[in-house]
């Protein structure tokens, strides 16, 4: 069985914390809205991560140019998809821009939209 790893664990360099945090700011900002849930889920996770605003600015600055970075180990990969389909479901509704960056992330990491709909699925409480 495998076992259970927090983020703080699986991301243990300052470097893997911003590109997952980058990754979370892409897709919050993908519907052009940051809607009150995502901002706080963002705050929640930078904090949980030890991110200051100073860390984190480059990224929301330069937003335009920025694209998904893809982590090395599978156990990362796929939480960092978790969260990204968390990011998606904070405000309540699946925009396409949103699930089209999830699809674009889990096909990069090998998954198929099967499983991407059923991990919506299991984070939604089944909706």
Request: hydrophobic residues 40%; negative net charge.
């Amino acid at each position: 069985m495998q076992e259970e790893r927090s983020i703080e664990s699986l991301l243990d360099t300052q470097q893997k914390k911003l590109a997952f945090f980058q990754n979370l700011i892409l897709l919050a900002a993908a519907d052009g809205i940051l809607e009150n849930d995502e901002g706080r889920f963002l705050l929640d996770i930078g904090n949980k991560l030890g991110l200051a605003p100073e860390d984190v600015m480059p990224i929301a600055d330069n937003l335009s140019v920025l694209s998904f970075i893809i982590p090395s180990e599978g156990m990362q990969k796929t939480m960092e998809l978790q969260t990204l389909v968390q990011m998606m479901l904070e405000d309540g509704k699946i925009h396409d821009r949103e699930y089209a960056l999830c699809l674009d992330y889990a096909h990069r990491i090998g998954y198929g939209k099967d499983i991407l709909n059923d991990m919506i699925k299991q984070l939604s409480g089944g909706k």
